[in-house]
């Protein structure tokens, strides 16, 4: 074996092109069957991953075309990684499913975890760097590209050798030429093929097991609010950025409130009867423009939340059964009683929203 890894060009590179090929296939399928990756107001879903790296990636501008259409960008991202995948599982074009894997690492690295730090945290980088040497020098051992490449060559000799006999009629020397072309053409079919049954395959097993509603799971949104963006509104007490926000409700401060004396200063987020008791609801942070959540950890006790994940950017959800806040992006996880990090990469706590509920059963909050 070891001879044989010393004298087989690429053999030392079999398992990392194997682990590259299984994680792009993988990573692939996983999206084409989870159906809320392509619903909009889906926590992990590739508008909202979009949405967070508008707000924090050094190409914005390009994400910003993206989002104009990001079901068709989803599913080019999981179309191009299964390609990619199975190419280099395959070893067949290895040269350009590698360089297409490294732009997609590029581009995971510019939009997802460009602000990752320190930046060897991040995996796509890695990824980014892994795929070089099949972009450099192929697949190599046991590849489709490598047994064309042999084929290839002794097609050629066989017509060099035939070409000195113009007599001979035994075996046209243009033949054997051919035949490895054709055979590569059609393992790219084969390939391609093998893609779409796969991916087809995924995409209705997934839809088929995934949850009637599919957006059991997610937080309701605030009704009313201020506007901006497009999930409701919530509502927090008047806290600082620390981890504990909170304060009880009720008429507490002044009264610039848009509706009716006696109520908090701040903007009208939405109605406080929609916020659950040990539970959250969405909405948009008046003075970011962002999204949030309101909670209501005990009945009249309300905190707010920034839902943009400190990591990334991504927009984090909130999960009741544990009272936390998840990061679809890479995993972070946030104490909903305080913001405070429980798993990383992230490592700042989610800013709070000063957040009151008026005399009028409304919230308000930034004020
Ligand atoms: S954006 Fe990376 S963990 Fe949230």
Wanted: aromatic content about 8%; hydrophobic content about 40%.
């Amino acid at each position: 074996l070891s001879q044989w890894l010393k004298d087989t060009p690429g053999a030392g590179l079999l398992l990392l092109r194997a682990f590259l090929g299984v994680t792009f296939t993988f990573a692939a399928l996983q999206k084409l069957a989870n159906p809320g990756f392509f619903q909009a107001g889906t926590p992990g879903s590739i508008q909202q991953q979009l949405l967070g790296a508008d707000r924090t990636s050094p190409i914005s501008g390009l994400v910003s075309v993206a989002l104009h259409q990001p079901v068709l960008v989803g599913v080019l991202i999981a179309v191009c990684e299964l390609l990619v995948g199975l190419a280099t599982l395959a070893g067949l074009l290895a040269r350009p499913a590698a360089a297409l894997g490294a732009l997609i690492s590029l581009t995971f690295f510019l939009t997802v975890s460009f602000h990752t730090s320190p930046y060897y945290y991040g995996s796509d980088i890695v990824f980014l760097f892994a795929w070089t040497p099949f972009i450099l020098v192929g697949a190599g051992a046991l590849s489709l590209d490598e047994r064309f490449a042999r084929r290839r060559a002794a097609a050629v000799a066989a017509q060099g050798s035939g070409g000195g006999k113009q007599g001979s009629t035994r075996r046209p020397a243009v033949a054997p030429e051919r035949s490895p072309e054709v055979e590569r053409r059609t393992a790219v079919g084969v390939l391609a093929g093998t893609a779409v049954v796969l991916g087809g395959a995924a995409a209705l097993i997934g839809r088929a097991l995934s949850p009637k509603g599919a957006s059991a799971g997610t937080s309701p949104t605030l009704p009313t609010g201020n506007g901006t963006g497009s999930t409701g509104s919530t509502t927090t007490t008047p806290g600082g950025t620390g981890s504990t926000t909170t304060t009880s409700t009720a008429a507490s401060t002044g009264n610039t409130g848009s509706s009716g004396g006696g109520n908090p200063k701040g903007t009208l987020i939405g109605p406080a009867k929609d916020v659950p008791v040990g539970g959250a609801a969405g909405f948009t942070d008046p003075a970011s423009g962002n999204p949030a959540y309101a909670l209501q950890p005990t009945a009249g006790h309300f905190t707010a939340f920034s839902a943009v994940c400190t990591h990334a950017g991504c927009t984090v959800a909130f999960d009741k059964a544990s009272f936390t806040f998840n990061c679809p992006c890479h995993g972070s996880r946030y104490d909903a009683a305080n913001g405070s990090v429980l798993q990383g990469p992230a490592a700042a706590p989610l800013p709070a929203i000063p957040i009151a509920e008026g005399s009028n059963g409304q919230l308000y909050a930034d004020g």
